[in-house]
């Protein structure tokens, strides 16, 4: 199929974008293009003028802080995953990059368009939850910073408003360990069930500020709030890995659909959120 017919523009400034946006509910923006494109050849889409973020300066950044990192919106996800500055501040984001997609997507699509699109089965709204990333938008009223915790509230739909543009993620620099597991039936693929977990680690080796954040097998990118209070204060261990397994498979309901269902998902994610407490245990 081919897409309806639009208008295109490629304005200069972050100010120009969001005053097209408010002056056309129809309209929208295109950054990589990689989610926006096939909805459009698949005419799930159908805007009248497309905003291209491409002429815009200072989006493609990404800026090493002392107390945290921030990503421009049209840093590409395999800028992540190239990126040397990352891999020794916060080695998770380029550790992750892998996961998605294929080179060929991983060149073209952003990490402001994939956190903006809000797919629940995409690796990024999983990371930067578990991370307490913060998400700065701009819109015609001005800018403002969203936590993840409030940033993303069902599929394919975010707090931001239509005449928003998200610019910049901004993920806190903190000594946390970390862990990321992601079940797929082929590399490359979207996710059947994704688990990130960050948390501190005490002098007494007890975690602390533990963050559990589950996405793919779940309608919405979520905390999985049970299975943190049963490893908060604990030291990490078999015993614990095997805790958080049962507490994750009690807590959700997950989705069911042609590539699994909601019970095959429910044990999978029991073995993720084990393998992930696991690898807390081994100090990443
Ligand atoms: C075959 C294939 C496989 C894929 N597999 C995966 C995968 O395994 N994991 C995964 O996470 N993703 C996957 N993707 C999606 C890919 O990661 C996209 O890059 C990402 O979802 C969207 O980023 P984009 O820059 O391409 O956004 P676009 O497609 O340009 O835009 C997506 C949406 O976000 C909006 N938007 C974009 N940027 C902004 C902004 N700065 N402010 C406000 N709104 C904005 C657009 O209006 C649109 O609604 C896959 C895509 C394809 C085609």
């Given at each position: 199929?081919?897409?309806?017919t639009f ?8 100010e120009e ?9 129809d309209?929208?923006?295109i ?6 494109m ?38 590409t ?34 990490l402001g ?18 991370m307490d ?5 701009v ?5 403002r ?25 901004r ?5 946390r ?12 693929d ?20 533990c963050?559990?954040?589950v996405?793919?097998?779940?309608g919405?990118?979520?905390r999985?709030?049970d ?58």
């Amino acid at each position: 199929m081919k897409p309806p017919t639009f208008s295109y523009v490629a304005p200069g400034s972050v100010e120009e974008v969001t005053r097209l946006l408010a002056s056309d509910p129809d309209a929208k923006i295109i950054s990589g293009g990689q989610s926006l494109m096939p909805l459009l050849a698949m005419r799930l889409a159908g805007p009248s003028m497309l905003v291209d973020l491409k002429a815009v300066n200072g989006l493609a950044r990404i800026g090493i802080g002392e107390t945290e990192i921030t990503i421009g919106a049209r840093v590409t996800h395999h800028d992540i995953e190239s990126s040397a500055e990352l891999a020794s501040a916060l080695p998770l984001l380029p550790f992750v990059a892998r996961f998605i997609a294929h080179p060929q997507i991983r060149s073209r699509g952003t990490l402001g368009g994939s956190v903006a699109h809000s797919d629940p089965s995409a690796e990024w709204p999983t990371v930067l939850l578990a991370m307490d990333a913060t998400i700065d938008v701009v819109g015609p009223r001005g800018g403002r910073s969203i936590a993840v915790d409030d940033f993303f509230t069902g599929p394919f739909t975010s707090s931001m408003a239509f005449d928003e543009v998200l610019v910049a993620v901004r993920v806190p620099r903190a000594d946390r360990r970390w862990a990321f597991q992601e079940a797929a039936r082929k590399a490359g693929d979207y996710g059947l069930a994704i688990v990130a977990v960050t948390a501190g680690v005490d002098a007494d080796g007890r975690l602390h500020g533990c963050r559990v954040a589950v996405g793919a097998c779940v309608g919405t990118t979520t905390r999985l709030r049970d299975v943190e209070d049963a490893i908060d204060g604990a030291v990490p261990g078999e015993t614990l890995a095997a805790r958080a397994e049962a507490v994750a498979r009690d807590s959700v309901q997950p989705i069911s659909d042609i590539h699994g269902s909601s019970e095959y998902r429910r044990r999978l994610l029991g073995n993720l959120v084990r393998r992930a407490v696991t690898d807390l245990t081994n100090g990443q």
